[in-house]
């Protein structure tokens, strides 16, 4: 593992995500960009609720509180050997994900099979989803270790039919 893109929801899912880059990168000299895109969707529609004149401020309190996310997990994965980068960008967030990942020409993409979201378990995220149809480097999708779990559990029983 070289340089590696772990875009970051403020999920559990995407700490998982985090965790497993962390686990791979640690055994070569590891650099992870961590990745939040606040969704200007989420912004643009401020307009319609009655709070466009606090658009600013607003924008200033999601970039606040992803910096603050992005400087903990820093700090609770640093590692000898491992490298990190945090970055905050306004966009859709699978477009993003992908422009990050071509800017800064990372070698791979480790992210979470869902998020914040209420997808079904059994399905991929929206942004999961749409990051592995585009990108242009190799994704890999972490599902919620629970989830892990139960699959094993599913595929083992079906083996002995
Ligand atoms: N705004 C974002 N910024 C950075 N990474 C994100 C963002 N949104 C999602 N991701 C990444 O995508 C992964 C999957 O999240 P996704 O949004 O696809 O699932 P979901 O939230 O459960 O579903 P949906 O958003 O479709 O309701 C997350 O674990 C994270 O790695
Ligand atoms: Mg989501």
């Known amino acids: 593992m070289k340089k590696v893109l772990v875009p970051i929801d403020l999920s559990s899912v995407s700490e998982e995500a985090l965790q ?20 200007y969707m989420d912004i643009a529609s401020l307009g319609l609720v009655g709070l466009a004149n606090r658009e600013q401020e607003l924008r200033e309190e999601m970039i606040k ?20 980068k945090t970055r905050i960008v306004f966009d859709r967030p699978w477009r993003g994900i992908i422009n990050i990942a071509i800017e800064e020409q990372v070698d791979a993409i480790i992210m979470g099979s869902h998020g914040r979201g209420r997808v079904a378990e059994s ?3 929206s942004v999961a989803g749409r990051v592995v149809h585009e990108a242009p480097v190799p994704v890999t999708i972490i599902r919620p270790k629970a ?5 094993i559990k599913h595929w083992h029983h079906i083996g002995k039919e």
Not at 20 to 39: E, I, K, N, P, W
Not at 65 to 84: C, M, V
Not at 147 to 151: F, G, S, V
């Open 20 to 39: 497993f880059a962390v686990d791979c990168a640690c055994s070569d000299t590891g650099y992870l960009v961590l990745l939040h895109v606040v969704d």
């Open 147 to 151: 989830m892990r779990d139960r699959l």
């Open 65 to 84: 509180e992803a910096q603050q996310h992005l400087d903990e997990l820093t700090k609770k994965y640093a590692r000898k050997g491992l490298k990190f």
């Open 123 to 125: 399905l991929l995220g």
